[in-house]
């Protein structure tokens, strides 16, 4: 489980590093950071939290591309060729996202798994 949470974390900080396809390795980190879910495992979880600010914060090429105006004059284009993939861009960006949160998620559901656990250790 470590050696995906490290390497989870390695590719995030690439995704933060390496311009426009930046965001797509963050994704990549998101799924390693799936199976680096386990107890006492801070490295998936550290890479989840950049890969989201990665994604929402410091991706303004993935951001400028969802978008079916022009982010200078605020002028919407009519080209059905341009709004096209400025949905598909924004198909893109909530895919990346999800993946963060569906990591979260597992995260979550681990902690509480391992924390009931140990009550009920306790508790015996």
Known sequence: ???????????????????IVGPFISGLSGVL????????????????????????LLSPSLILSTQPKN?????IYNDPAIVAHAQQ?????GVLIMIQIVALIIF?????????????????
């Open 1 to 19: 489980m470590k050696p995906f949470g490290l390497a989870a974390l390695i590719f995030s900080v690439f995704g933060v590093i390496i311009p």
């Open 33 to 56: 950071a799936f199976f680096a879910a386990g107890k006492g495992n801070t490295w998936g979880l550290t890479a989840v939290i950049v890969n989201i600010i990665n994604v929402i």
């Open 71 to 75: 982010p200078l004059t605020g002028k």
């Open 89 to 93: 861009s924004q198909s893109i960006w």
């Open 108 to 124: 979550l559901a681990v902690w509480l798994i391992n924390r009931s656990k140990q009550k009920t250790t306790c508790e015996n």
